[in-house]
């Protein structure tokens, strides 16, 4: 009796712990190789900020005020980020959340072994793969990811398991306990060369875990005013953090910051089932990396969210919580972890579709990994004839999706995992149906070329069909009386372009214009001296185009004029920079002087040279021999000069000036130097009108630096405003053609432009001089637009394309006007017109080229130089 109810305990016992092993068994898998993106991240570092137990909807939503609580975050989602919500799964507890978050799966159902506190089964982390981590926080959480990395790269920092007291008077102690260790950090780090170096570091992670907002709502419900205080907490806390790291960083723009929750919370409380206020998280992210802000007119989402927090205007991004993790290792180069189930949110990344394509390849081929894995460990155990392989993923299909894939990303056809044929097929059909009815018709083969042109034009037209989508659900947002006031202006403008290729007073109508453009924006109230200085030399150069076109009225002494103009400029400049440097370099003060003495030279010559011809006494030999090697000179000198926005533009001022002085002969001497103070003001304006729509702009104008290396995450995306500064630079340039002549025609060209050089006639060699006379006003315009570029965080792929469109349709205009009777001068303008502006785009590719070897490149002569600051 005894052996049958032992062996009756026996039975049920193993039924009791059967339930554990056939149900609670870890689905995780080990073996897989690690897998990572193989082109440079966009950031060197992620900052990680989880709100435990944060409600997204208390965060989000506005106050009885009509205020938000989290006033840096709301921030954030308009002007510098992304968001959306992030939805978590079942059990929603903080280990689980924090799996999900920083290793990209799911609740391991073998943890409830362990009461749900740990996993029993070693897992990869973001934190594992990083190469330091430093974490600062509850016990309970950071000891979980400590525990199972590998090496010596993971500090913990944290309190004493008693602080987490929901009986505490104030528990947000445990958030500004986060904040000030942090403060500490930082501050130490400043004097502990191993740390700093550590901290300079490429793919490290700061994760602050910040405790307070759900042991306030255990203790006194989501609804409290201790619950609500502590998100203000939390989000001036941040607020704090960014700025300290950001400072410590010299606001590189190499960070990128994540904020997001673990889990929600019921009004009454507590969480761990699957009601939307426990499962429904907040998820912002922004800096290096990640897309700006866009704003859409209208939204499809099940909920009424968007309405009741008034963030309907900002596009809003809903993700998994597991999706978290391999954006972040995404982010900082760093391996995805290997357990991660999570897929890449591509459209939170701002980077190029090479990156997102190799990004999502190398997430596919992660989750590939653990399936194969799988695999082959169910095979080794199972009998052949009893083990049947996934009939939707064969190895055979595995093979040729891979294969594809890599091959469509060779071949820069990143959108072809999602192939589709109507469009492709659609096009071959109308392209034979012309090419047949031309073949009927026995029509010319330039029919063909005209005819079936348009075919492939408007395939790839609607290829972008998503990104013809987004544009005009922008142009939605803008309200209609204000979209029509922009239509009219913009065509407005374009008809005076055109109109200034025959009327050149219209370039001063236009400039007139642009004068009076501060008073109707708000740029007259908030930055009086910057419009005043743009109004100034609006007018002065608005009078250029009244005047006779040069060579009619040649005037030496206007020429001496503004030589000594930019000798006085170059003073004034030198000695603002000697006050506000607190030490100037011999070598720049020496090449600052011997830019001076080019353009003393360039007046003597010129002078002397005018002189003699007058005379009759012919062109020195000394004279052409300066002249030839000031030219030489004019572009290596700039390469020597500090590579600060402000030194570097001045310097190209000062070589293509003493240039252009000796290729001067009255009053067109004075038209570079105008121009380009108009130039400096306009980065100016810019920045300004940029800061004035709230987009932060990293550094001022005069702690600007060109860069070889372009770094295109930190390019943001386009407004409407961006328009008018491609109009802005279109209108410059077609000033620098017209403002002192009609270069469309031969009758423009002046001889005694290059007399300084040559005066022997050789067609070749002074068609060249006068060409690059033509060309230096372009360039000192395309060398502020680098600079208006690099301020604005504006694309250069995207100027192009607004300078395509508007030069498009003023080549339209000039195809109606191309003239086949009349004279010869009229014929040959009328087509000169229509080729100047068909070729501005690939001239403009051209100077863009210029312009940057100008302003980025530096030159040692030798030795390295001594560091200085600005």
């Known amino acids: 009796m005894l052996l049958f109810f032992i062996l009756g305990l026996f039975v049920h016992f193993v039924f009791f712990g059967s339930i554990f092993d056939i149900y609670f068994t870890s689905p995780l898998v080990h073996g897989m190789t690690p897998q990572f993106t193989p082109l440079p991240p966009p950031a060197k570092r992620l900052v990680l900020f989880v709100a435990d137990g944060l409600r997204a909807d208390t965060l989000y939503e506005l106050d009885e005020n009509g205020n938000s609580r989290a006033p840096f975050i709301r921030n954030i989602i308009m002007h510098e980020g992304s968001w959306g919500l992030s939805h978590t799964r079942v059990p929603t507890e903080s280990r689980p959340g924090h799996v999900a978050l920083i290793a990209g799966f799911y609740e391991d159902v073998s943890a409830v072994a362990k009461g749900w506190k740990e996993n029993p089964v070693e897992f990869d982390s973001l934190i594992n793969e990083s190469k330091y981590t430093w974490s600062w926080g509850s016990p309970d959480i950071l000891t979980m990811f400590a525990k199972g990395a590998y090496g010596d790269h993971v500090f913990t920092y944290t309190y004493d398991a008693d602080s987490e007291d929901f009986g505490a008077h104030d528990v947000t102690k445990l958030d500004t306990w986060v904040f000030d260790k942090v403060k500490e950090f930082f501050h130490a780090a400043r004097n502990n060369q191993s740390l700093f170096s550590k901290l300079n570091e490429e793919k490290i992670v700061f994760f602050l875990h910040l405790l307070g907002i759900d042991t306030n709502g255990h203790a006194h419900r989501p609804s409290s005013r201790e619950y609500k205080d502590n998100i203000k907490l939390v989000d001036a806390g941040m607020k704090e953090m960014v700025s300290i790291l950001e400072h410590f960083y010299g606001n590189d723009g190499k960070t990128a910051f994540i904020f997001t929750s673990d889990h929600g919370m019921t009004d009454w409380g507590s969480h761990g089932a699957g009601h939307p206020s426990e499962t429904l998280t907040p998820f912002v992210t922004w800096g290096a990396g990640i897309k700006y802000p866009q704003k859409v007119s209208a939204q499809k989402f099940d909920d009424a969210f968007l309405k009741e927090w008034r963030l309907e205007s900002w596009k809003r991004q809903d993700i998994h919580q597991a999706d978290i993790a391999p954006l972040m290792a995404s982010l900082i180069g760093v391996p995805f972890p290997l357990n991660s189930v999570g897929i890449l949110p591509v459209d939170y990344l701002n980077n190029t579709d090479l990156f997102k394509a190799e990004s999502m390849f190398t997430n596919a081929i992660q989750i590939l990994e653990q399936f194969k894995v799988k695999m082959t460990q169910k095979k080794e155990v199972t009998l052949p004839f009893l083990f049947i392989p996934f009939k939707l993923l064969p190895e055979s299909k595995q093979l040729n999706i891979v294969r594809k894939a890599r091959s469509y990303i060779k071949q820069r056809k990143y959108d072809e995992a999602k192939p589709s044929h109507l469009l492709s097929c659609s096009c071959i059909a109308i392209g034979v149906f012309v090419a047949f009815f031309l073949l009927l018709q026995d029509c010319p083969w330039t029919y063909y070329i005209y005819c079936l042109l348009p075919v492939p034009i408007w395939y790839a037209v609607l290829s972008e069909f998503q990104v013809i989508q987004d544009f005009v659900t922008l142009l939605l947002t803008v309200p209609p ?17 055109v109109l200034s290729f025959f009327y050149r007073y219209m370039l001063t109508a236009g400039l007139l214009a642009f004068a009076g453009w501060p008073f109707i924006t708000q740029l007259w109230t908030r930055a009086k001296s910057i419009s005043l200085s743009w109004i100034f030399f609006s007018l002065l150069l608005a009078a250029f185009p009244l005047m006779p076109v040069v060579g009619r009225k040649p005037d030496i002494f206007l020429v001496m004029g503004a030589g ?22 011999n070598e720049e003060l020496l090449l600052h002087l011997f830019q001076m003495l080019s353009v003393v030279l360039s007046m003597c010559v010129t002078y002397s040279t005018h002189s003699s011809l007058r005379k009759k006494q012919g062109l020195p030999l000394l004279n052409q021999i300066i002249s030839w090697l000031i030219l030489a000179f004019s572009l290596v000198l700039p390469l020597l000069s500090p590579t600060s926005l402000f030194e570097r533009l001045f310097s190209i001022l000062l070589s293509l000036m003493s240039t252009y002085i000796l290729l001067s002969t009255g009053y067109e001497a004075l ?19 940029l800061q004035q729509r709230g987009i932060s702009c990293k550094q001022k104008v005069t702690s600007v630096r060109f860069t070889c290396s372009t770094d295109i995450t930190q390019f943001r995306q386009l407004y409407l405003d961006d328009v008018r500064r491609a109009f802005f630079l279109v209108f410059f340039l077609v000033t620098a053609f017209f403002g002192t002549g009609n270069i469309a025609s031969v009758n423009s060209f002046d001889l005694a432009s290059v007399y300084c050089f040559l005066t022997v006639f050789s067609p070749f060699m002074m068609g060249a001089l006068m060409m690059w006379k033509i060309l230096i006003p372009f360039v000192l315009v395309m060398c502020a637009f680098e600079a208006v570029q690099l301020t604005t965080q504006l694309s250069s792929k995207s100027l192009f394309l607004m300078v395509l469109v508007i030069s498009d349709i003023m080549a339209l205009h000039f195809f109606f006007l191309v003239k086949d009777y009349g004279s010869w001068l009229d014929i040959g303008t009328s087509i000169s017109h229509y080729v100047i502006v068909m070729s501005m785009t690939i001239v403009l590719v051209f100077l863009n080229g210029l312009a940057h070897l100008l302003t980025t490149k530096k030159l040692r002569l030798c030795g390295k130089p001594k560091s200085h600051l600005i």
Do not use: A, H, N
Not at 572 to 581: D, F, G, Q, Y
Not at 673 to 681: D, K, N
């Open 671 to 689: 038209f570079p130097l105008v121009l380009s103070c108009l130039m400096f003001v306009w980065i100016q304006v810019e920045q300004e009108t």
């Open 481 to 497: 009386s204000y979209f029509v006031g922009y239509l009219l202006v913009f065509i407005l403008g374009i008809e005076i372009l």
């Open 564 to 585: 000594l103009l930019v000798l006085l400029l170059s003073l004034c400049v030198l000695t603002s920079l000697i006050k506000r440097k607190d030490s100037f370099i």
